[in-house]
């Protein structure tokens, strides 16, 4: 139940902070959103470090599958075992 809990908690606190990004966003004035887009395309150009981009989809994917793997409880590093 903690897992859930906390899983719900952690969306909440992400989707507030998006919806306070997109609040913000959409109160710009259009100088504003010239300038964060002129900034952001500075540093976009910051990743010019002559390295290839890397391909992190495998490990997304891996993380994705993880959480949706059901889960057992784990006391002390082992599985528990059901009370009889």
Known sequence: MSDLA???????ARDRFWDEVGRAYTAMTPSQRREYRRETATWDG???????DEDWEEERRAGASAKTAPRGRVVDRRRSRPRA
């Not at 906390?6 to 909440?12: C, V």
């Not at 910051?46 to 290839?52: E, I, N, P, V, Y």
């Open 6 to 12: 906390a899983d719900a908690i952690e969306r909440f």
């Open 46 to 52: 910051t990743l010019a470090d002559g390295l290839k």
